[in-house]
């Protein structure tokens, strides 16, 4: 039996913290509704490097103005 993730349907109603950004920039990038009617994994790579990629910019982002403002 296979160890990978578990074949679930997507919910956008019942969604964990760090998937409210993910989905976020998936609708952003015009691929929520794909995510919702076949779920992550029907993504292609190229999608989810991209999805990938802005989570992790807009979380640097996030992170410096948190210490932005400490600074002040």
Request: aromatic share 4%; hydrophobic share 30%.
């Amino acid at each position: 039996m296979s160890k990978g993730k578990k074949n679930e349907p997507f919910d956008p109603r019942n969604m964990k913290p760090e998937e409210v950004l993910k989905f976020e920039i998936a609708t952003e990038l015009g691929l929520g509704d794909k995510v919702v009617s076949g779920g992550w994994r029907s993504l292609t790579a190229k999608e989810s490097g991209r999805i990938g990629g802005l989570i992790t910019k807009r979380k640097r982002e996030l992170k410096k103005e948190a210490l932005e403002k400490e600074e002040v």
